[in-house]
């Protein structure tokens, strides 16, 4: 598979530290609040990442951290404690909130069609962990004591700035607007590894620790959890694009610094979902969640047909116009797939061997989803037997995960239901798309017609067309459909 990563700002093969094996990592969701439709995103494109490199062939463990400690708002050191704010808000206890909201992120993932990683790790479950890390890296001099907490000291890196792609200065986090600049800090980049001291003198959760009771920065978690699940050697760390500076930035900075050898080789990260407005966020404008979508009437899988029709390292805008033509292309697709006959045909082996080294290809090719969702319409093209077909997309499937022979079951199921429920009186059936009172009209315009009362029977045929209902008539019959 071919792959950018930002690391090296280039497609790349992927290779991996033990041949036929991925250790990879997924930085998890902050647990105080809903996930917004652009955060989730993220977890569907790394989730097609995931099922990707299964598909291709290689075992994969996948390691997730859930936030529930700490991460202020700012990205940085400094701003509002989420957790906390998130408490506060509903009069709930830290815990309390991240288990709602871990809860319902699960439940969103799983609408999504989402898969839940091999390990879920909390980051308060692995607290001695980051006094292990924090205390080998006072002891190496990359970290040192200021004001009661723990920092990490940048300028013992020769390269600290991996992800260049931006002015430095820019994301320099003392010269951000309104953000308070730590006084205790040698370097403007320095971080928190460990907070005995912070303006959050309210922080429900703290342990003890050889520098005083507090509590991890948000950083050190990632490393912590990833080196214990994932060892030392991680293939593929994945994240949204707003988490490579600064926090992959300083995972990178502290895992290197103790460990002594490079830490990850691909970093993968999905860029924004936006609005017309702009980078999609909790605060700004509608709080586009997955629940808000259904309570609309929207299919969550259509959100995520939406999402795989372009790349994940293009910003994507979000707008109910550009939903609206994604559900319309993913029910046709259902349609289509639910018209083809499970039992016409054998498999073909050759075709469909042929059709999934091209999916694996076009797939490899740094992740095109768009191209992944291209094969199945070429399959539906293909010469070749429809059993063939259906084998095909149920494969391609395994990795799109659109639920593409479940739904077109249901609706050859519903159609089949809706021609059995089709009125048949005298000899003469009527069939359509499973409304009895069309039906109903349709036997009374033939009934019409037997009496010869033609003015009356051409009169129901024009008010069904002034509802949009065509008429044919077919041996012993008529059939019925919306046009
Ligand atoms: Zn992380």
New binding site residues.
Partial sequence: MYLYNSATHKKEEFKTHTPGHVEMYT?GPTVYHFAHIGNLRSYIMEDVLEKYLRYAGYDVNRVM?ITDVGHLTSDADEGEDKMLKGAKREHKTVMEIAQFYTDAFFDDCRKLNIKTPDVVQPATGLIDDYIRIVSKLLDTGYAYLAGGNVYFDTSKLSRYYVFNDHDEEDLAVGVREGVEEDTNKRNKNDFVLWFTKSKFEDQALKWDSPWGVGYPGWHIE?SGISMKYNGEYLDLHC?GVD?AFP?HTN?IAQSESYLGHPWCSHWFHVHHLNTNDGKMSKSKGEFLTVSLLESKGYDPLAYRYFCLQSHYRKALVFSYENLDNAVAAYNKLVGRIAALKPEDGDVDQAVFDEYKAKFLQQMGNDLNTSMGVTSIFDVLKAKTSDATKLALIGDFDRVLSLSLLEKAAAKRAEDAKAAQAAKTEGGYTVTGEGDPAIDALVMQRYEAKKAKNFAEADRIRDELKAQGIEITDVKGGASWKRV
């Fill in positions: 930085c951290n990632c994240g988490n926090h995972e």
